[in-house]
């Protein structure tokens, strides 16, 4: 079946680098995503990154992926406190339209 | 473009009452979704439509019905209330099945 998993809750000191991981079942996900969502508003997606790549990275975020152990996670560079919000990994099956959302994890970023 | 946009913003029904969330998209996506969020729940699939004229039930369609005439617009009914359908509501829609595209929230509280 599928399920994506993720911590609940990180807390990080302004200017240190973030890292929200995610594991997923899949073994036939085609697509991986990261989601952001802000207090109060809708989810909006930061990147994803294909099953066949490893490694994807856009200016502070860096996603890695490790289809051996089913490891997704997220790293933000010199987070700042517009960073904090709630992150949701997700996985879409190959051949499905139908997304698996994780519970989300919230980063909470303190001077 | 609007983008996704959803109808009500925020809504205070009593218990056994009727309403409609509307949800339109400007992006001419096919399909169509509609979610929950409740705390620590995630994102939870109701009903979604893969076109115009079609939808299907996601994980939790009970006490919801949804219509899709237009391609641009997706209309979640409830048709007798219950408190344990307060939560807030996110519409989503992607061209076919890839990167969602969300709404800002409808904030449903049902006394």
């Known amino acids: 079946g599928e399920d994506v998993e993720q911590s609940l809750f990180l807390s990080v000191r302004e200017g240190d680098s973030s890292v929200i991981n995610c594991t997923y079942t899949d073994s036939s996900s085609t697509y991986l995503y990261w989601y952001k969502q802000e207090p109060g508003a809708g989810l909006q997606l930061l990147t994803y990154i294909f099953s066949n790549m490893d490694m994807k990275q856009d200016q502070r975020l860096t996603v890695l992926l490790n289809k051996k152990d089913k490891h997704l996670s997220l790293r933000i560079a010199d987070t700042q406190t517009g960073d904090s919000a709630i992150y949701f990994c997700a996985e879409r099956p190959g051949g499905s339209y139908i997304p698996t959302f994780g519970r989300g994890t919230s980063l909470i970023v303190h001077p | 473009n609007a983008g996704v946009t959803q109808t009500p913003k925020f809504r205070v029904l009593k218990t056994g009452q009727s309403m409609t969330l509307l949800c339109a998209q400007d992006?001419?996506?096919?399909?169509m979704y509609w979610y929950r969020q409740d705390p620590g729940m995630g994102l939870r699939l109701i009903h979604y439509s893969v076109g115009e004229g079609t939808t299907a039930k996601g994980e939790v369609p009970d006490g919801y019905n949804v219509s899709r005439l237009k391609k641009q617009n997706f209309l979640l009914g409830l048709e007798s209330a219950a408190p344990s359908q307060t939560s807030v509501y996110f519409c989503?829609?992607?061209?076919?099945?890839?990167?969602?595209?969300f709404g800002p929230g409808t904030r449903l509280l049902v006394l």
């Open positions: 989503a829609s992607s061209y076919f099945g890839e990167t969602q595209y």
């Open positions: 992006m001419n996506h096919e399909y």
